[in-house]
């Protein structure tokens, strides 16, 4: 008897931080609940270079397979990064200007099942919505309003869009989809929510006034208890449906793509030995070509306040500060030819400069993400 295996789909990972633009030290596993449906189906989960394949056991036709999911199926699998910290300091996890990534947030993929590509050289690419939390599918729903009143509404609805209940009375009868919640002394707001009865996935919770006009919070949550415990970057839905019928159809290709993070670069240039007259001399930082190729530009810094600073001094020693004015890409490849130079007599001080640490932090700067590099002279 011949086994054979046809790929069912493959996912990729890639980043365009990295030179090659596949994602380093990231990886994808199937949830518990995922991990059993692919032994169930006859499935085998493969982590390979640049991201995963999944296939599935066919007859000896190559193609029908041994045990038929249906039409319907969702496979789901969690992100990690091995050095998390570093990935969240190249990426950029924002889904827009309004909806910033934050450290308690996750990030969700998924596909969209009309929208497959069986093109290995133009997969599918899965962009990424940022999720507010990951939780236990019982779990107490706990906040604040500011100037909250005494009472609110509350609602859950799932993917699809239907409104479900969040438990059941203590007679076991399900919970109205609408409940009216009271404001305690300390001014917070509390439900448990129980979705013990419900699929794993997104569930939306609303907050409305009682009189229902408006609404006054709204929060995306994941809700798998088997997840919720572990340090989870995001989750990946590929999803299937009858509709489309491609589950067994040709292999399909996606792409999971992360995006390079971008900031304000300034330099703090510190005079530490007191060889270079700060009065007599004009220091500027000078971008004397792009260095580094793509995607680097070339940028424009401008001193910030006096040279040197009249309020900030590091190490309490004399300071100039340099602030780009674009934002600059991280990249794998540093940025070349960032000179520091002194007037009079364009005379070069320091050919190249360093550029920001990709693990170091990250500040506001008036609104904007920004590197800080210290440079002594």
Do not use: C
Not at 168 to 190: A, F, M, N, Q
Not at 318 to 327: E, G, K, M, V
């Amino acid at each position: 008897m011949n086994i054979i295996y046809q790929r069912l789909f493959n996912l990729g990972i890639g980043h365009d931080y990295y030179t090659d633009q596949r994602a380093k030290g990231v990886t994808l596993l199937p949830t518990p609940a995922t991990a059993t449906s692919l032994v169930n189906g006859k499935m085998l989960f493969k982590k390979v270079n640049n991201g995963i394949v999944v296939l599935y056991r066919a007859l000896d036709d190559g193609i029908t397979p041994m045990i038929d999911l249906g039409g319907d199926a969702k496979f789901t699998f969690y992100l990690s990064a091995d050095y998390k910290n570093e990935f969240l300091n190249i990426t950029d996890l924002d889904e827009s200007v309004s909806r910033r990534y934050e450290s308690s947030n996750i990030v969700y993929f998924t596909n969209d099942p009309a929208n497959a590509s069986t093109d290995a050289g133009s997969p599918e690419t899965i962009t990424h919505r940022v999720i507010d939390s990951l939780e236990s599918q019982l779990f107490t729903y706990l906040f604040s309003l500011p100037a909250g009143p005494p009472e609110v509404l509350i609602r859950v609805t799932n993917a699809p869009g239907s409104l479900v209940s969040v438990g059941k009375s203590t007679d076991g009868t399900p919970l109205p989809t609408t409940l009216t919640l009271s404001k305690s002394e300390e001014d917070l707001y509390s439900q448990q929510i129980d979705l013990r009865n419900q699929p794993t996935g997104l569930y939306t919770i609303t907050i409305r006034d009682i009189a229902d006009a408006n609404t006054l919070r709204e929060e995306l949550v994941y809700a798998d208890s088997e997840l919720a415990s572990r340090d989870v970057l995001g989750i990946v839905d590929i999803v299937y449906e009858t509709a489309t019928d491609h589950l067994y159809g040709d292999t399909e290709e996606y792409l999971l793509q992360f995006s390079r993070k971008e900031t304000v670069w300034k330099y703090f240039v510190i005079d530490k030995n007191g060889k270079i007259d700060l009065v007599a001399n004009d220091l500027l930082v000078t971008d004397t070509g792009a260095g580094g190729g793509d995607p680097y530009d070339t940028y424009v810094f401008n001193r910030e306040g006096d040279e040197p600073h009249a309020d900030i001094r590091v190490n309490n020693l004399d300071t100039i500060i340099f602030r780009s004015t674009a934002p600059i890409p991280f990249y794998e490849e540093p940025k070349l030819n960032l000179e520091l130079r002194r007037n009079p007599g364009n005379l070069q001080v320091i050919a190249n400069l360093p550029n920001p640490s990709h693990s170091g932090v990250t500040k506001d700067d008036s609104g904007s993400p920004a590197s800080e590099i210290y440079v002594f002279i």
